[in-house]
T-cell receptor, first 116, second 114 residues
Framework: AQKITQTQPGMFVQEKEAVTLDCTYD???????LFWYKQPSSGEMIFLIY??????QNATEGRYSLNFQKARKSANLVISASQLGDSAMYFC?????????????FGKGTKLTVNP | KAGVTQTPRYLIKTRGQQVTLSCSPI?????VSWYQQTPGQGLQFLFE???????NKGNFPGRFSGRQFSNSRSEMNVSTLELGDSALYLC?????????????FGQGTRLTVV
């Protein structure tokens, strides 16, 4: 079974609008971390935001926020006020356990296109 | 603070050759992980090193190996290259044990096997 599921292969959004990228995860470990990365066509994986399973509040980083719904095992990324430079692949990833392996399991990604 | 540095950025090799890729983590980070990214398989974990020890290994053949030096820099080696090894190889650096939970990636090495 897939541990990270991103159901949207592609998304389109108008510049200056908000967009939500979906991510669901599957784990039986009570301690885990959830990540979102942006990958432009250049290939670099850019860290956007992190949410720990014990964090009480949703993580936010500038225009990025993570809508963490633990009971639903959902960790959606919300990008507010989209910019043309936000066009890229977006990956959701999970790290299981704490103090152990740093291994990340990735979803298949969502290609976001921001239209002018 | 400098980010994660991977060298070289691009490589073209012939089948049967071997290749070594390098990754310098963020200063102070002791954990380095390697990933292979292909259009078909997506991002797959190769291995993780912490304090010069391999802590975890993905499901890759023994042709893929790595090591970490005392300054936390890491190298991965692929021997007897196959066409299917063509991929973007990404390295991630984590503070592990020093607080903070983020993992930061380098720009990757794009390997083409011909």
């Amino acid at each position: 079974a897939q541990k990270i599921t991103q159901t949207q292969p592609g998304m389109f959004v108008q510049e200056k609008e908000a967009v939500t990228l979906d991510c669901t995860y599957d784990t039986s470990d009570p301690s885990y971390g959830l990540f979102w990365y942006k990958q432009p066509s250049s290939g670099e994986m850019i860290f956007l935001i992190y949410q720990g399973s014990y964090d009480q509040q949703n993580a936010t980083e500038g225009r990025y926020s993570l809508n963490f719904q633990k009971a639903r095992k959902s960790a959606n990324l919300v990008i507010s006020a989209s910019q043309l430079g936000d066009s890229a692949m977006y990956f959701c990833a999970m790290r299981e356990g704490q103090g152990g392996s740093e291994k990340l399991v990735f979803g298949k990604g969502t290609k976001l296109t921001v239209n002018p | 603070k400098a980010g994660v540095t991977q060298t070289p950025r691009y490589l073209i090799k012939t089948r049967g050759q071997q290749v070594t890729l390098s990754c310098s983590p963020i200063s102070g980070h002791r954990s380095v992980s390697w990933y292979q990214q292909t259009p078909g398989q997506g991002l797959q974990f190769l291995f993780e090193y912490f304090s010069e020890t391999q802590r975890n290994k993905g499901n890759f053949p023994g042709r893929f190996s790595g090591r970490q030096f005392s300054n936390s820099r890491s190298e991965m080696n692929v021997s007897t290259l196959e066409l299917g090894d063509s991929a973007l190889y990404l390295c991630a650096s984590s503070p592990k044990g020093q607080g903070g939970s983020e993992a930061f990636f380098g720009q990757g090495t794009r390997l083409t096997v011909v």
